[in-house]
């Protein structure tokens, strides 16, 4: 067998290794091996580029491939480490942003090097939607990181005409490549370069809110086409395989999760959504309402005394990073006979699967996690539902309320359950900046401050009954 041959070989195995990644990560339970699968399996493939010949010559300026890839492990391993649950999301941007990056970098370099040999037209578009994709990557996960991470404002940025000026530049854009194609110009390959680079950003500074979730699986689908198209430019089977399937899988989600949100991508995409507060953060009403609330004390007496208790987890739960105590509660009141069980929202936190991941980190047991629709049909069953630092996802506005932003948007149905505890630090909206009429639903009791240190005292209450 032939060095080329049992590289390829190799390859082949590694985007396997991919495949069987992808199907262990559509499930808790299984992801944590699918995500050491997919790794084992590109480390192979890296191995094995190390003896790929290159046109017949073996594999150019090794020791900075080397010292390449120990810096990124030195920033990459403790970055990944030690990063707080809260802080993943911020993460999965910054490090989805510099894959689009690369491939970028791959782009504009393999265009420099083949201007002087007249390639085929097809492999000049390769390269040049190489350097559009990656870098409106690029630089769009740069503002969801900067967004995520409160650098700026994580609401909607928005001016008159802007989606009108971004449809210019955009159309700019393929002008440029299209004459780029013709007249083979280097200068105009920097000003795509540009326009690709604003393109981005002006692409994410209008979507804030819940919305963040689906941007960051779309800007994840974008890195994975701008890979295929890297793999392409440099003949590379294992990253177009790659390349598509992150971008496949990516697309794929965010469709899924604008049908969560019970909207159209284009609304997901243009609507600027969750630009307006209008709650008032008040606890008590024009029309004479006001909220019910309780002590630590009253909910370990109100769970006690379940039969059933459905957790309902949210964003709020992780910057509390709570879940340790949430299920240390949850064990309790299962010592007490209590069925317990998690309701988990596709876009509940600020990525597709963050309540699933921060619960993961808790040790909670995989079958107690149950997806929206499954823990609909058997909330009217419950004593209590205990909602935990989420807000929109169980905000009655998105079924009854016609105006609202969210309307359309499936919920869970918290309020079916036969009483509802709500752990909020405040009156403050959601993502989405409106109020929640289910914090004024006569079976709520509202417990406000930090979810960590009021689950600490009802685990402590549960204990002493």
């Given at each position: 067998?032939?060095?080329?041959?049992?590289?390829?070989?190799?390859?082949?195995?590694?985007?396997?290794?991919?495949?069987?990644?992808?199907?262990?990560?559509?499930?808790?339970?299984?992801?944590?091996?699918?995500?050491?699968?997919?790794?084992?399996?590109?480390?192979?493939?890296?191995?094995?580029?190390?003896?790929?010949?290159?046109?017949?010559?073996?594999?150019?300026?090794?020791?900075?491939?080397?010292?390449?890839?120990?810096?990124?492990?030195?920033?990459?391993?403790?970055?990944?480490?030690?990063?707080?649950?809260?802080?993943?999301?911020?993460?999965?941007?910054?490090?989805?942003?510099?894959?689009?990056?690369a491939?970028?970098?791959?782009?504009?370099?393999?265009?420099?090097h083949?201007?002087?040999?007249h390639?085929?037209?097809?492999?000049?578009?390769?390269?040049?939607?190489?350097v559009?994709?990656?870098?409106?990557?690029?630089?769009?996960?740069?503002?969801?990181?900067?967004?995520?991470?409160?650098?700026?404002?994580?609401?909607?940025?928005?001016?008159?005409?802007?989606?009108?000026?971004?449809?210019?530049?955009?159309?700019?854009a393929?002008?440029?490549?299209?004459?780029?194609?013709?007249?083979?110009?280097?200068?105009?390959?920097?000003?795509?370069?540009?326009?690709?680079?604003?393109?981005?950003?002006?692409?994410?500074?209008?979507?804030?809110?819940?919305d963040?979730?689906?941007?960051?699986?779309?800007?994840?689908?974008?890195?994975?086409?701008?890979?295929?198209?890297?793999?392409?430019?440099?003949?590379?089977?294992?990253?177009?395989?790659?390349?598509?399937?992150?971008?496949?899988?990516?697309?794929?989600?965010?469709?899924?999760?604008?049908?969560?949100?019970?909207?159209?991508?284009?609304?997901v995409?243009?609507?600027?959504?969750?630009?307006?507060?209008?709650?008032?953060?008040?606890?008590?009403?024009?029309?004479?309402?006001?909220?019910?609330?309780?002590?630590?004390?009253?909910?370990?007496?109100?769970?006690?005394?379940?039969?059933?208790?459905?957790?309902?987890?949210?964003?709020?739960?992780?910057?509390?990073?709570?879940?340790?105590?949430?299920?240390?509660?949850?064990?309790?009141?299962?010592?007490?006979?209590?069925?317990?069980?998690?309701?988990?929202?596709?876009?509940?936190?600020?990525?597709?699967?963050?309540?699933n991941?921060?619960?993961?980190?808790?040790?909670?047991?995989?079958?107690?996690?149950?997806?929206m629709?499954?823990?609909?049909?058997?909330?009217?069953?419950?004593?209590?539902?205990?909602?935990?630092?989420?807000?929109?996802?169980?905000?009655?506005?998105?079924?009854?309320?016609?105006?609202?932003?969210?309307?359309?948007?499936?919920?869970?149905?918290?309020?079916?359950?036969?009483?509802?505890?709500?752990?909020?630090?405040?009156?403050?909206?959601?993502?989405?900046?409106?109020?929640?009429?289910?914090?004024?639903?006569?079976?709520?009791?509202?417990?406000?401050?930090?979810?960590?240190?009021?689950?600490t005292?009802?685990?402590?209450?549960?204990?002493?009954?």
């Amino acid at each position: 067998m032939s060095r080329e041959t049992l590289i390829d070989l190799i390859y082949l195995i590694s985007a396997t290794t991919f495949l069987v990644a992808l199907k262990g990560l559509g499930s808790p339970k299984h992801a944590r091996r699918g995500n050491m699968v997919a790794a084992s399996g590109m480390l192979l493939a890296v191995v094995a580029t190390f003896f790929k010949y290159v046109d017949g010559h073996p594999l150019h300026h090794v020791l900075l491939i080397l010292l390449g890839i120990f810096i990124g492990a030195i920033v990459a391993v403790p970055v990944a480490r030690f990063v707080k649950m809260t802080a993943m999301p911020q993460l999965v941007a910054i490090f989805n942003g510099v894959g689009g990056g690369a491939a970028a970098l791959v782009s504009i370099t393999e265009f420099v090097h083949i201007k002087s040999t007249h390639p085929a037209t097809y492999v000049t578009l390769e390269v040049l939607l190489g350097v559009l994709i990656g870098t409106v990557s690029f630089s769009g996960s740069a503002i969801a990181f900067a967004k995520l991470q409160e650098l700026m404002t994580g609401r909607p940025v928005t001016y008159p005409g802007q989606q009108i000026i971004n449809g210019v530049v955009g159309a700019a854009a393929l002008v440029l490549i299209v004459t780029i194609l013709v007249n083979g110009s280097t200068p105009l390959l920097w000003i795509l370069l540009a326009l690709a680079f604003v393109l981005g950003i002006a692409f994410v500074l209008p979507i804030g809110g819940a919305d963040v979730p689906v941007l960051i699986s779309l800007l994840n689908a974008f890195t994975g086409l701008a890979v295929a198209a890297s793999g392409f430019t440099l003949g590379s089977n294992l990253l177009i395989v790659a390349g598509t399937l992150v971008g496949a899988s990516g697309i794929l989600l965010t469709r899924l999760m604008s049908a969560a949100m019970g909207r159209s991508l284009s609304n997901v995409l243009f609507s600027a959504f969750g630009s307006n507060i209008t709650a008032s953060g008040a606890t008590d009403r024009e029309d004479g309402r006001s909220v019910r609330s309780g002590t630590p004390e009253d909910i370990a007496v109100l769970l006690s005394y379940a039969s059933r208790v459905v957790i309902i987890p949210g964003y709020g739960l992780a910057v509390a990073q709570g879940q340790h105590v949430l299920r240390e509660l949850a064990e309790e009141l299962e010592a007490k006979g209590i069925e317990v069980f998690y309701a988990i929202h596709p876009v509940a936190g600020r990525m597709p699967g963050h309540m699933n991941v921060l619960l993961a980190e808790a040790n909670v047991p995989y079958e107690q996690l149950k997806e929206m629709d499954e823990a609909n049909s058997e909330l009217q069953t419950a004593d209590v539902a205990l909602v935990v630092g989420a807000n929109d996802t169980v905000n009655p506005a998105a079924l009854e309320d016609k105006t609202s932003p969210i309307y359309g948007m499936p919920i869970i149905r918290a309020d079916l359950a036969e009483n509802i505890i709500f752990l909020k630090r405040s009156m403050r909206p959601g993502f989405a900046g409106i109020e929640n009429e289910l914090l004024y639903n006569p079976k709520t009791l509202l417990v406000f401050g930090d979810a960590k240190d009021t689950l600490t005292k009802v685990v402590a209450s549960v204990k002493a009954l």
